[in-house]
């Protein structure tokens, strides 16, 4: 089983789907420090599946409208390009995803869905090869991508518990991750400690996936390593700039 290029951001994000949204989602008044300010980070990465791929790719979050957020991740080279991307509102401290986007092409291979949240009915349309269908979600329910910034706002929490409720491949899964300390990491903007975070549900599938959460840049993912199947996948950040 090849690596899921979508782990970059569930790891790991043209068109966004309408968004379909409770009223009281963007009731909550928040202020301006309470959540992770707008940026742009880049990481190089390296996919290994038979050869070995290497390419620049692009993480932004930005601010749309009061209380409308917009998270993706593009890359793209000659034979591989991937473009994943939500956008959110959100409650407290908790991300609301409205849409997800996602589209890939790896050797020749396309994939691309896109889920809409009607958070009237409690249900997400799945848009998967021009065949949409829906799906009932419970309250809390997130993406996999806005998966990334929920926990990087909650280690900025101090939260102990780690654990998500996905919509993924028409079912909600739940993704579980643990601390594994913190170590200190070489990156082009510099040396930082960094807190290693375990996704622990899927280690009975011989998968391993790793992330470094950095304190000092606002939790910022500064690296990332994907092991399956004796394939990798990699990343680590290359530039960063705040824009809060």
């Known amino acids: 089983m090849g690596i899921n290029t979508r782990i970059i951001f569930a790891t790991g994000l043209i068109a966004i789907a309408p968004v379909l949204a409770s009223p009281n989602v963007h009731s909550s008044a928040e202020s301006p420090d309470s959540f992770i300010p707008p940026y742009s980070a880049t990481y190089s990465t390296v996919w290994k599946k ?12 930005s601010k749309t409208s009061d209380n409308v957020w917009n998270f ?26 409205l849409s997800y986007f996602y589209k890939s092409q790896v050797l020749g291979k396309k994939r691309k869905a896109t889920l809409t949240f009607d958070w009237d009915k409690n249900t997400v349309k799945n ?10 979600i419970e309250e809390g329910t997130i993406d996999k991508l806005g998966v990334q910034l929920q926990i990087r706002n909650d280690l900025r929490n101090h939260k102990k518990d ?16 643990a601390r594994r300390g913190t170590e200190t990491i070489d990156t082009k903007i510099g040396r ?11 280690t009975s599938k011989k998968k ?11 939790y910022l993912l500064v690296k990332m390593e994907h092991y399956e199947d004796g394939e990798s996948y990699k990343l680590n950040l290359e530039k960063l700039n705040e824009k809060g």
Request: hydrophobic share 35%; glycine share 4%; no cysteine.
């Open 192 to 202: 930082v400690n960094a807190i290693k975070v375990e996704r622990t549900d899927n």
């Open 50 to 61: 038979g050869i070995s791929l290497k390419v620049e790719g692009t993480q932004t979050l």
């Open 127 to 136: 848009d998967i090869k021009n065949k949409p269908w829906n799906m009932k």
């Open 72 to 97: 993706k991740f593009k890359a793209s080279t000659l034979i591989a390009s991937l473009h994943e991307e939500v956008s959110f509102t959100k409650q407290d401290e908790t991300i609301v995803p």
């Open 162 to 177: 780690l654990t998500y409720k996905i919509a993924d491949g028409g079912h909600v899964k739940h993704w579980s991750f």
């Open 208 to 218: 391993q996936t790793y992330f470094w959460f950095a304190p000092s840049l606002n």
